[in-house]
Nanobody
Framework: QVQLQESGPGLVKPSQTLSLTCTVS??????????WSWIRQPPGKGMEWIGY???????TYSPSLKSRTSISRDTSKNQFTLQLSSVTPEDTAVYFC????????????????WGQGTQVTVSS
């Protein structure tokens, strides 16, 4: 059974870069046709799909975040990472990593396998 675990700092200062890592167990991020995804939920708002890296290592990002987002992977550690630059308080959210079937991408948290989420607050 696949398991995903987010890790990273819970507090980031404005204008800095948010960096989170997702550690995957029970599956390899280089096999199987899945989107290894990052999603966030700001307080009081719905889910926002940030982007993903596929098993080829190709990336796709939300147009609204594309200029500030980078998703990469470390295949030796079976991890993928999110970097979001120039953060503002509006980037405060619970951040999730997930393994999503391409057909289910963007549909909601009842699809795919998700980590527990990690709270990131942007504040000085």
């Amino acid at each position: 059974q696949v398991q995903l675990q987010e890790s990273g700092p819970g507090l980031v200062k404005p204008s800095q870069t948010l960096s989170l890592t997702c550690t995957v167990s029970g599956d390899s991020i280089t096999t199987g046709y899945y989107y290894w995804s990052w999603i966030r939920q700001p307080p009081g708002k719905g889910m926002e799909w940030i982007g993903y890296i596929d098993y080829f290592g190709s990336t796709t990002y939300s147009p609204s975040l594309k200029s500030r987002t980078s998703i990469s992977r470390d295949t030796s550690k079976n991890q993928f990472t999110l970097q979001l630059s120039s953060v503002t308080p509006e980037d405060t959210a619970v951040y999730f990593c997930a393994r999503i079937d391409p057909h289910d991408y963007g549909l909601g948290p009842d699809r795919g396998d998700w980590g527990q989420g990690t709270q990131v607050t942007v504040s000085s």
